[in-house]
């Protein structure tokens, strides 16, 4: 039996992981950069090409990347009158988690729901369906608005922006290799029979590469955020020493058949996968979200083992 992890080692070993995949996503960034630019004439260029790529689509999402996520969820922001005890309970998660305050916006839906967004803690907000302030307890809300606040306190706000520029980065480039190779026929043919060769292979390299992208870089963002979503799960409980609000809240909220459809870029973010059909967590390399169940079940091990029965009823 392996002895259960203590907080700092487990929110320590998903920063790590964190740092890895990020690094995996920004080698593969160059090293499709790399490849372009043998094909056509330089690997000096082709780097040069993948990390002004980066730049742009990074110093994009830096400055608007937040608020151009609440507004595609039609998110709108609270003020305290609006839901006094809302603001009391992310206001005590805050002073938990030793962060500023994060502005508070609320989705017209049904359906409970809640993410966490901006570049740290000082620029933060949380989000959170209608649905989820009607149909959850106060200690449940505390719960999962403690589970956001995991998410601004560990800079996975951050780590989740990084992500989604490095993907963006890498689909535009694998895309401009592929309408170059396909237009031009090929690389530039210098030089003589060998270098004819390497470029082929070359090409050929990158045109696999640039398929791959797609593929490659979902994977690696899968990943993280199952990742993320434990390393929140556990900053909850030791925000509120108390497991059963979050894990009954997730249990809700998996258990809800109303339909909500985020898009593609807000739906990593949610506490559980916005699509009916996910909200279970589904354990495989495509889901985004770990499974409920396993969720709830580090839950307890974190606190300790025992009424784990109690988040089901």
């Known amino acids: 039996m392996r002895p259960r ?33 043998g094909a056509y004439g330089g690997f000096e260029w082709g780097l040069l090409i993948a990390a002004v790529t980066a730049v742009i689509v990074f110093l994009a999402a830096w400055f608007g ?38 502005k508070i916006y609320v989705i017209d839906s049904a359906a409970p729901n809640a993410f966490a967004t901006g570049i740290d803690p000082a620029h933060a907000a949380v989000a959170i369906t209608e649905g989820l302030r009607e149909k959850l307890t106060r200690e449940e809300l505390q719960g999962v608005m403690a589970h956001e606040i995991g998410h601004i306190r560990n800079f996975d706000i951050r780590y989740t922006m990084l992500m989604a520029v490095l993907a963006g980065a890498i689909v535009m480039l694998a895309d401009a290799f592929l309408r170059v190779s396909f237009r031009s026929g090929g690389g530039r043919r210098r030089g003589g029979k ?4 390497a470029q082929l292979v070359l ?23 199952r990742q993320r979503e434990y390393l929140a799960d556990a ?24 339909p909500y459809e985020a898009s593609r870029a807000t739906a990593p973010l949610y506490i559980v996968n916005p699509k009916v059909e996910l909200r279970s967590g589904a354990d495989g390399w495509f889901s985004t979200h770990p499974p409920i169940r396993e969720r709830i079940r580090r839950l307890f091990e974190l606190a300790g083992g025992g009424a784990e029965n109690g988040a089901r009823n």
């Open 5 to 37: 992890q203590t907080f700092q080692q487990l929110i320590a070993a998903n920063k790590r992981n964190s740092v890895f995949l990020i690094a995996g996503m920004f080698a593969f960034l160059l090293l499709l950069g790399a490849v372009f630019g």
């Open 65 to 102: 990347g937040s608020g151009t996520l609440l507004a595609v969820s039609g998110a709108r922001r609270l003020e305290k009158a609006d839901d006094p005890q809302l603001f009391n309970v992310v206001e005590e998660m805050s002073i938990a988690a030793g962060i500023p305050m994060p």
């Open 194 to 197: 060998g270098d004819g060769a």
């Open 203 to 225: 090409l050929l390299a990158g045109v696999v590469l640039a398929l791959l992208a797609p593929l490659v870089t979902m994977l690696i963002q899968m990943a993280m955020s």
């Open 235 to 258: 900053s909850a409980v030791e925000f509120t020493r108390n497991p059963s609000g979050l894990a009954r809240a997730l249990s809700k909220i998996s258990g809800d058949r109303t």
